[in-house]
């Protein structure tokens, strides 16, 4: 059960059930869906963006709560960053939940540090990191949909 | 229940000893996260019976050459265990020949062979194409592929909210540009079995051929094609408690005769010169190459297996499961069974409220229980029922009533974690 508990925390639960950010951008500079075909987990991130910067960044869409919860941190942690920064924060999280050094300590990854226990549960790592893909290609801005396979 | 399947139930309960049968299975007194293994993921594969093993063992042991080549002692041996096998599949469905017993790769193969090899003679422009709407995709995707080669046309027959195919809707789709009708025996993904005999009937009344999924008909209840009257009948070895890479298509036989190859290789031709081909007879002009010979001797093991138990037997236990099962879930709160046919296989697709099914493939898995959670390779089916994906715990011929238990037991954990 610990292992169970190290990987539905309280902030993913509660992100799960409240998830910030969960609208559409009428303003959205660019607009892309993720999919995840295996688990049907299916969103569309929105981002305006103000030059290299995230003015502002939402998502709809379903999924399991690992990838609910990974969209709802994502969108408010990257919101007002810049581009690089939020590339930077992607391989952060990308090692954190497939059990690297992720070289920052539990208060620096701030909310991210919620999916460490991801790492433990392979088979949830394209959960936890689809978001962050979908928002990836946004910021790339050549594609309109990405999936996991 | 009726006065008289009571009877009939507690007679099996007698003859059927599942705490026995469980000893075959070496797999099952494993634990998964220090829980014994529940194992409720039967229609994506069975578990292998000792007999299974040990014939693998044996035929690597003591059998292994190749077979229909060699002269010599080992050659005869295989060859011996590899036809016989195909008599033992003949007699396990009915057919009337061995000539009609093709072995393939899997279901999946089965339905490429026929849509290619039938399907490109005899289906044309503007000609139609019969499908259900509770296909898996192996049984939509083939004939998609031949629609669009050919110009033809497919038809989806609708179901109800119970997941049943509309037969009325179906008796109108019938018509003279009908070449193939395609529907599976049960749904992997909700249980439903089709009534296949009268669907057959009907699409030979519009002058139809008839493939028919076996995949999860074969495991569940006695098989007999010539009875079903279907034209071909395409099953997967792994389904069936044998090894996975070996799989059937049964065919009748006057169809088989006049269709081309599938494949070109070994084993299919009678004689090659650089200006013509004789192919070889039935079956084998549809085995192309070094069969998976090893798979064919443990699929005979595994129908000789089900055999002694008797298929009649497993199809009551697992009866008897389902209807355990269906009820004990319905006690948990927020719990929605997709599928509901009056005529169900052992399957049981299930959504929990405010939980998404990939979250309770991972919090029952820690619990030791291994079900299936996603589409089940039915995305327009997930459509028609309006959920993005499903839990799904499906039955074998090992489980007991007490891993039912086990289930809801961690459904109930579930609910825990996520309210």
């Not at chain 1, 502002?56 to 379903?62: A, C, K, L, P, R």
């Amino acid at each position: 059960m610990s292992d169970l508990r190290e990987l539905y925390q309280q902030v993913i639960l509660d992100h799960n059930r409240n998830p910030r950010n969960f609208k559409e951008l009428p303003n959205a500079t660019r607009r892309v869906e993720g999919f995840n075909p295996l688990c049907g987990d299916h969103y569309t991130v929105f981002v305006q963006l103000d030059g290299d910067t995230i003015r502002d960044v939402s998502f709809i869409g379903n999924g399991c709560a690992i990838s609910k919860a990974s969209a709802s941190v994502m969108s408010s942690t990257v919101k007002g960053k810049k581009r690089a920064e939020a590339e930077t924060l992607f391989d952060t999280f990308h090692k954190l939940v497939t059990g690297g050094d992720a070289g920052l300590s539990e208060a620096e990854l701030g909310r991210l540090a919620a999916f460490s226990g991801v790492s433990e549960f392979p088979a949830r790592v394209k959960c936890a990191t689809l978001a962050w893909h979908t928002l990836r290609t946004a910021l790339e801005g050549e594609r309109d949909s990405v999936t996991t396979e | 229940m009726s006065r008289a399947l009571h009877e009939v139930g507690s007679s099996v309960a007698e003859r059927y000893d599942v705490s026995r049968i469980r000893e075959d299975f070496p797999i099952l007194h494993r634990t998964v996260h220090g829980k014994p293994l529940v194992y409720l993921d039967n229609a994506a594969t069975t578990q292998k019976p000792n007999a299974v093993i040990d014939r693998i063992v044996r035929y690597y042991t003591e059998e292994n050459a190749n077979v229909h080549r060699g002269v010599h002692f080992l050659s005869e041996l295989a060859t011996a265990a590899y036809e016989g096998a195909r008599t033992t599949v003949k007699n396990f469905i009915g057919a009337r020949s061995e000539k009609e017993i093709v072995f393939t790769r899997g279901t999946t193969e089965g339905i490429n062979l026929v849509a290619h090899s039938w399907g490109r003679g005899h289906v044309g422009e503007g000609d139609e194409i019969i499908i259900s709407a509770i296909e898996h995709h192996s049984n939509i995707v083939p004939w998609q592929i031949l629609c669009e080669e050919k110009r033809a046309k497919l038809r989806v027959i609708p179901v109800n909210d119970a997941g049943e195919v509309l037969v009325d809707e179906y008796a109108k789709m019938l018509n003279d540009r009908t070449r193939i009708v395609a529907f599976g025996h049960a749904s992997n993904a909700l249980g439903t079995i089709n009534p296949v005999k009268k669907m057959t009937a009907m699409a030979h009344d519009a002058g139809a051929i008839v493939v028919i999924d076996g995949a999860q008909g074969v495991p569940h209840r006695p098989i007999d094609v010539q009875d079903l009257d279907s034209d071909f009948y395409a099953f997967s070895g792994h389904k069936v408690y044998a090894p996975t890479g070996i799989g059937v298509l049964y065919g009748k036989e006057a169809l088989l005769d006049a269709m081309p190859p599938y494949q070109g290789g070994g084993d299919m031709i009678l004689s090659v010169s650089f200006e013509k081909t004789t192919y070889n007879a039935l079956p084998y002009k549809f085995e192309a190459g070094t069969p998976h010979i090893e798979g064919v001797v443990a699929l005979a093991a595994a129908l000789d297996y089900i055999g002694t138990l008797g298929i009649e037997n497993i199809s009551a236990h697992e009866h008897d499961l389902l209807t355990y099962a269906t009820a004990r879930l319905q006690e948990i709160e927020g719990l929605r069974i997709i599928g509901t046919a009056r005529q169900k296989a052992s399957v049981i697709s299930f959504v929990l409220e405010g939980v998404h099914p990939h979250d309770i493939g991972t919090v029952v898995d820690q619990e030791g229980i291994a079900i299936r959670t996603g589409h089940h390779c039915a995305q327009p089916l997930m459509m028609r029922f309006n959920v993005p994906a499903t839990g799904r715990a499906s039955f074998g011929l090992y489980n007991t009533r007490e891993e039912a238990d086990a289930l809801v037991s961690a459904l109930r954990r579930v609910i825990e974690v996520f309210r």
